[in-house]
């Protein structure tokens, strides 16, 4: 994890504050941080990756990579919000945004962040060689020689 995920990254800052304070994240802090919860869900959706959960498919091209990421970080924001205090009041009942826009917003500082860890070096190559299968390459046939045809 630490080669894509930097201990001192904010991703990982981020899920080591929420995994430390789970049970009171939220009512810790006097709104809820949008930043900190898209973060670990980055950090999350790549430990998820890495770990082979819930993955029966893998990805073959750094596009399906990050659907398959942005899926597991949707899932990890879900998660937080319907645990935290603010899933019983519509997330932001005291603003002028309407509920889901919070919710976009986080999605989105997460998808930024899965971007960011992809397109830095070659993680989006070495995250799709994680689960690929090690098929040997196919032997090459000789073609010179023919099936004789059989006649009854």
């Not at 994240?25 to 670990?40: K, M, N, Q, T, Y």
Request: one cysteine or more; hydrophobic letters at 40%; proline letters at 7%.
């Amino acid at each position: 994890m630490d080669n894509f995920l930097a201990p001192h990254s904010t991703e990982a800052i981020a899920h080591t504050r929420l995994s430390e304070d789970w049970l009171d994240w939220d009512i810790s802090r006097p709104s809820f941080d949008e930043s900190l919860v898209a973060h670990c869900a980055s950090y999350h959706a790549f430990d998820r990756y890495l770990s082979g959960e819930d993955l029966f498919i893998p990805p073959r091209f750094p596009s399906e990579l990050e659907r398959v990421l942005r899926r597991h970080a949707y899932d990890s924001i879900h998660n937080a919000i319907s645990r935290s205090r603010y899933s019983r009041v519509c997330v932001f009942p005291l603003t002028s945004l309407s509920p889901a826009e919070p919710v976009i917003k986080i999605c989105h500082l997460a998808e930024q962040s899965i971007r960011s860890v992809l397109n830095t070096e070659d993680n989006a190559r070495s995250l799709l060689a994680w689960h690929r299968p090690n098929i040997p390459s196919p032997v090459a046939v000789d073609m010179t020689h023919t099936a004789s045809v059989i006649k009854v």
